[in-house]
């Protein structure tokens, strides 16, 4: 099993730039998850997706789209890139929550700059 | 609502010595408690978790950790600290739904 793949592993931006993160995982989680890391903040979730066609936001959601189309798949769009999204992404997928095998499994992160 | 309070953002130990990292949550309904591991330029590795049972959790590389509800803390503990243990420590709490709410971090710096 590869896990959890995200492609870029790294990229900058322009400002008002739009991109696509890809996320990937191949162990048939329902659910998948987008976070940002910055320096002293933890990571904060940016949207989740609790099966193929079913997202909802998190913690910071704006400027941020997704889609679920795949239970493989979950990429994240900035539509129009800011400096404030420089940040380290990374995404996630797990077991169903609430029993014993409940734990998320992290990609390598994709770290965005912008300029 | 759920949080997590990972005290002390920096902490140092000497090599051989007790590595102590702190993590005080709040949640209404019983936690899942976890705590993640980071390397410098990776994603985060799961170290241990308690979903329920006994409340002293074994994990990888010598951790663990112990369940105190009337404390509603999950501290992080190891005997003996290596130098291959610098990282970063992240501490998070779930209801048992998809949510994952993570603390701050604590980075561990072990000294020669």
């Known amino acids: 099993n590869a896990g959890v793949t995200q492609t870029p592993k790294f990229q900058v931006l322009k400002t008002g730039q739009s991109m696509t993160l890809q996320c990937a995982q191949d162990?048939?989680?329902?659910?998948m998850s987008w976070y940002r890391q910055d320096p002293g903040m933890g990571l904060r979730l940016i949207h989740y997706?609790?099966?193929?066609?079913?997202?909802d936001q998190g913690e910071v959601p704006n400027g941020y789209n997704v889609s679920r189309s795949t239970t493989e798949d979950f990429p994240l769009r900035l539509l129009s890139a800011a400096p404030s999204q420089t940040s380290v992404y990374f995404c996630?997928?797990?077991?169903?929550?609430?029993?014993?095998?409940?734990?998320?499994?992290f990609g390598p992160g994709t770290r965005l700059t912008v300029t | 609502a759920q949080s997590v309070t990972q005290l002390g953002s920096h902490v140092s130990v000497s090599e051989g010595a007790l590595v102590l990292l702190r993590c005080n949550y709040s949640?209404?309904?019983?936690?899942?408690l976890f705590w993640y591991v980071q390397y410098p330029n990776q994603g985060l590795q799961l170290l241990l978790k308690?979903?329920?049972?006994?409340?002293l959790v074994k994990g990888i590389n010598g951790f663990e950790a112990e369940f105190k509800k009337s404390e509603t803390s999950f501290h992080l503990t190891k005997p003996s600290a290596h130098m291959s243990d610098a990282a970063e420590y992240f501490c998070?709490?779930?209801?048992?739904?998809?949510?994952?709410?993570f603390g701050t971090g604590t980075r561990l710096k072990v000294l020669a």
């Open positions: 996630a997928s797990s077991n169903p929550p609430g029993t014993a095998r409940n734990e998320q499994y």
């Open positions: 162990m048939n989680h329902e659910y």
């Open positions: 997706s609790v099966g193929a066609g079913i997202t």
């Open positions: 949640s209404s309904v019983p936690p899942y």
């Open positions: 308690y979903t329920t049972g006994a409340t």
């Open positions: 998070a709490v779930s209801s048992g739904t998809y949510k994952y709410i």
